[in-house]
């Protein structure tokens, strides 16, 4: 009887098996891709990585990256495909001024403010 058990249980051990093979596994699922940005709209760091702009919809908003503080605030229109005009207002020094961006290529801003001050924007990564 001793036989009869053991093959009895390599039996159901064997169909486990053999259903565990057949198991399938679920579809690959590829995780989404964030479409590639495009001209202005999105998110822009300085190069000192201290804020982040960001420019949608013809606004305008630049937040301290340590804080999340706003710093400025306003709104954008675009010139031309290479080139936006911003209207800034500061919220620490309570002043609004004009700033005048140009797309160098999909990545860098090159800006220029009515005051003659220059600095540069990149385009923040996807998981910034």
């Given at each position: ?6 093959a009895?249980?390599a039996?159901?051990?064997a169909a486990f098996?053999?259903?565990a093979?057949?198991q399938?596994a679920?579809p690959?699922r590829?995780?989404p891709v964030?479409?590639?940005?495009t001209?202005f709209?999105?998110n822009?760091l300085?190069?000192?990585?201290v ?6 919809g013809g606004q305008?908003t630049t937040?301290a990256?340590?804080?999340?503080s ?8 675009n010139?031309?495909g ?5 209207q800034?207002t ?9 700033v005048?961006?140009?797309l160098?290529n999909?990545t860098?801003l090159n ?13 923040a990564?996807?998981?910034?």
């Open positions: 009887m001793t036989i009869a058990r053991f009895r249980r039996a159901t051990m098996a053999a259903l093979a057949c399938v679920a690959y590829p995780e964030a479409p590639r940005q001209g709209e999105g822009w300085s190069t000192d990585g804020a982040m702009s960001t420019l949608t305008f937040r990256r340590d804080t999340g706003t710093l400025a605030t306003g709104n954008y229109r010139i031309d290479r080139t936006i005009t911003i800034v500061s919220l620490i020094r309570q002043t609004t001024s004009n005048n961006c140009a160098i999909p860098q800006c220029t403010s009515s005051t003659g001050q220059q600095f540069t924007l990149v385009r990564p996807a998981s910034v």
